[in-house]
């Protein structure tokens, strides 16, 4: 019937690891984050555009790679990104809070911003270790409406979700088990006519109207 | 394939090279976007050779001018860095094609075929093509010798059921425009003709069957997440 | 990385070559000659018509099929009504890998042989219902890990990768900033770097 050779282990196990966090972290680490440098340089032609000129005390925009570079050879301070303050953030985390669907983040790496940040350049942010803890909350806070609105996906079955407001890292924690428990949902649905003939089998339907949507 | 038809092959691919003027912000920006499109569909996509090879381009131009400088100068650490990231960037996309060729050989030469009857763009780029069918080769040797030691093994069986992408797997997307009526894959064939339809909004992300948006996919108006 | 594509079945998937050797029962239709043997219970050369036999669920599927089957399959106990109550009344609480080691695919099978849909039914009823103790197992906010021995094939598969998923991204959220972490990505270029050259000519 089936012929087995070395191949089998390789093409069965192909793929059980998912996107991890080191490259949603590598995405995130183009978003442009302000420093103020403590050198004089003129302008840096890289290859994504032109950075600076850099002169000493005044601020520029770089890309968040970069800004972490300089503040590691101690070339430079970074600011805190404008949502990055103890009152937005409150105010963010009550509105999660009370809302039913998910708000929307200041920045679509809001974590990966934060916690690279927060980690190199705690001391050049003010009041670090609070901001800490209210984004972690405001991350729980999302994670817990994420598993719910995922519970209810599964139990409808359903074939179709909306996920606006979800950031990228945010749609990677729940990679892979949701599509791959929604993958064979699928199958288990899609193989229910195979080989049996025009015979009407059907107790069980299941609609997939593009309703649930994640937010709702 | 044989030998004439790579080099058909070999030729429509050169056609099909557009000049377009960009800037290398940009080619990254499609790097990028070919990268996680590349990780995310199940399928091999059609190749973005134009864009490896200009990114590839910038990238060689930085290096060699990189020479020039004293590698104590606090920039070329720097421009270094940015090269690395980008070096990254390209050869994670490249090895998830040759992952996706590896595993399904067979299917995928099989598609390109057609593709080639047809006349159709080839997704996989000449080099891409040339690993594959040695692959494809390897492997046919590997079950000729197989056979040799168990005589009456079905030797064509398992070409005629290659090992295919599930196209029905669920990805996640982010809309880049206004699309209607994009029919949902549920899976169940009882509802034929009857299908449900959903639109995206410019922006919005969506979780669903791949067989629903792989032209969509292609055509650009949608990008994986 | 490997590619992230979950459990689909091919020619080589051991898990279906192993599903479909499930042992099966089926009855027999007609007489075969000098098959008797099958029937370890008899002494006799011929099978007869009426006999009942567990065979392997790939073999039922042919012998099934066709203009003039020769067996007519039945189900698996686990897929049966007994059965299919509990499974109905708490799918959570059932040990799934005692049911059957390959309880959905199995199940993907077999359903053909239940014209009214029902094991279908509660293939999707199961899967979904045990679906939330799955993303808890995987999640590892549960305090009994014995709950894991009782996942089937395909559950397990799931569970192996979400988990290790998971727990990459708690260590990501938790790992501290030390200055060697951002350089990190950086170190595994260099080490990859000569093989790129390659993969690009």
């Not at chain 1, 950075?51 to 972490?68: D, E, H, I, K």
């Not at chain 2, 190749?47 to 400088?69: F, P, R, T």
């Not at chain 3, 042992?23 to 007489?31: A, I, Q």
Request: net charge negative; aromatic share 8%.
């Amino acid at each position: 019937m089936k012929v087995s050779t070395i191949w089998q282990r390789q093409l069965c196990y192909a793929g059980q690891l998912q996107q991890c966090g080191d490259e949603v972290e590598f995405l995130g680490e183009k978003q442009i984050i302000t420093v103020v440098p403590t050198f004089n340089s003129p302008v840096l032609h890289l290859i994504s555009g032109d950075v600076g000129p850099f002169r000493a005390g005044l601020p520029t925009n770089v890309p968040m790679w970069l800004a972490v570079q300089l503040k590691q050879r101690q070339q430079g301070k970074i600011q805190a990104p404008d949502w990055m303050d103890i009152d937005r953030l409150t105010e963010m985390k009550e509105n999660e809070k009370q809302s039913q669907t998910f708000t929307k983040m200041p920045s679509d790496h809001y974590m990966v911003e934060a916690k690279i940040l927060l980690d190199c350049a705690s001391d050049d942010i003010p009041r670090a270790d609070e901001i800490r803890t209210i984004i972690k909350d405001i991350w729980d806070i999302r994670m817990s409406k994420i598993r719910t609105s995922v519970n209810k996906l599964i139990k409808n079955a359903d074939s179709y979700a909306g996920l606006d407001n979800l950031t990228v890292m945010e749609i990677n924690s729940i990679r892979p088990i949701l599509p791959h428990a929604l993958d064979q949902i699928y199958r288990i649905k899609a193989s229910k006519k195979l080989r049996v003939p025009s015979q009407n089998s059907t107790t069980f339907h299941t609609s997939s109207r593009p309703s649930t949507s994640f937010s709702s | 394939m044989d030998e004439a038809a790579i080099e058909e092959l070999e030729l429509s691919d050169a056609e099909s090279f557009e000049e377009v003027q960009l800037t290398a912000a940009q080619v990254i920006e499609m790097m990028e976007e070919a990268w996680v499109n590349e990780k995310f569909a199940p399928e091999i996509l059609p190749h973005k050779m134009e864009v490896v090879d200009c990114l590839l381009g910038q990238i060689a131009y930085m290096e060699e001018n990189l020479q020039s400088l004293p590698s104590t100068d606090f920039k070329k650490s720097i421009h270094q860095l940015e090269v690395d990231r980008l070096r990254f960037l390209v050869s994670s996309y490249l090895r998830t094609r040759l992952e996706k060729i590896e595993t399904y050989v067979t299917h995928i030469l099989k598609q390109e075929q057609q593709r080639h009857e047809s006349k159709e763009d080839l997704y996989l780029s000449k080099q891409e093509l040339k690993f594959a069918k040695e692959i494809a080769e390897a492997l046919k040797q590997n079950f000729d010798g197989l056979v040799s030691f168990y005589p009456g093994l079905p030797l064509e069986e398992w070409v005629s059921q290659p090992v295919q992408p599930n196209m029905h797997s669920f990805v996640f997307l982010k809309s880049k425009k206004d699309v209607n009526e994009v029919v949902i894959d549920d899976g169940s064939i009882a509802t034929e003709g009857e299908s449900d339809l959903v639109d995206f909004r410019e922006g919005a992300q969506i979780l669903i069957a791949y067989s629903s948006v792989a032209g969509l996919l292609k055509k650009g108006d949608v990008k994986l997440i | 990385m490997p590619l992230p594509s979950s459990y689909s079945p091919n020619y080589f998937s051991i898990d279906d070559i192993l599903a479909t050797q499930e042992r099966t029962p089926c009855k027999f239709l007609l007489n075969v000659p000098k098959m008797g043997q099958l029937n370890p219970s008899a002494a006799e050369r011929d099978l007869k018509a009426g006999t009942s036999l567990e065979l392997p669920l790939w073999l039922v599927i042919e012998m099934s099929a066709g203009r003039q089957p020769i067996i007519t399959p039945e189900l698996p106990k686990v897929f049966r009504e007994s059965y299919r109550e509990i499974l109905k009344a708490d799918a959570c609480a059932v040990d799934l890998h005692k049911y059957s080691l390959h309880f959905y695919e199995v199940g993907s099978y077999v359903k053909h042989f239940d014209r009214r849909g029902d094991v279908h039914e509660i293939l999707l009823h199961t899967f979904k219902t045990r679906y939330r103790q799955l993303m808890d197992l995987a999640d590892n906010s549960v305090s009994d890990p014995s709950v894991q021995h009782s996942l089937d094939t395909l559950e397990k598969r799931i569970f192996v990768a979400s988990h290790s998923a998971r727990t990459k991204l708690n260590s990501w959220l938790i790992k501290s900033g030390s200055p060697l972490e951002a350089a990190e990505l950086v170190v595994n270029h260099k080490k990859r770097k000569r093989v790129d050259v390659d993969d690009m000519k």
